[in-house]
């Protein structure tokens, strides 16, 4: 998996892309706010506010405030951030405000479900910094 910092300045952005395998390790961390610049009032969180995704068919994403693996099913719901599947364009007039730092640990999460045979994926993800 390949993960590219494509703005980082007021705003943020990531491209992920690569291939799922069955037997593939069930949690990534896609994105991790130690490797952007602070702003310069310090983190509080950030706000995604677009996404784009392309994926290979049956092959289903899910992206993670927190790693869903040590959390209880209680605690999934406000975990999830959202689920991807096939290809789609989303842009948020509020956006999705992750939770504060520092509760937060300044990582997003990816599961990938459906992987029985290698599939490749691309998302982009636009966010601003809080």
Do not use: C
């Amino acid at each position: 998996m390949e993960i590219q910092r494509t703005k980082d300045g007021k705003n943020g952005s990531i491209r992920v892309s690569g291939h799922v395998r069955p037997g593939d390790k069930a949690v990534e961390v896609i994105l991790d706010l130690s490797q952007f610049a602070t702003p310069s009032q310090g983190w509080k969180g950030i706000r995604i506010d677009s996404a784009l995704w392309l994926l290979q068919e049956k092959l289903g994403i899910k992206l993670w405030w927190g790693d869903p693996t040590l959390k209880s099913n209680l605690e999934l719901d406000k975990l999830l951030i959202f689920p991807m599947e096939s290809r789609n364009f989303i842009k948020l007039e509020d956006g999705i405000s992750s939770p504060r730092v520092p509760v937060w640990d300044g990582k997003i999460y990816m599961t990938a479900v459906g992987a029985d045979t290698p599939k490749s994926f691309m998302f982009i993800l636009d966010f601003d910094k809080q």
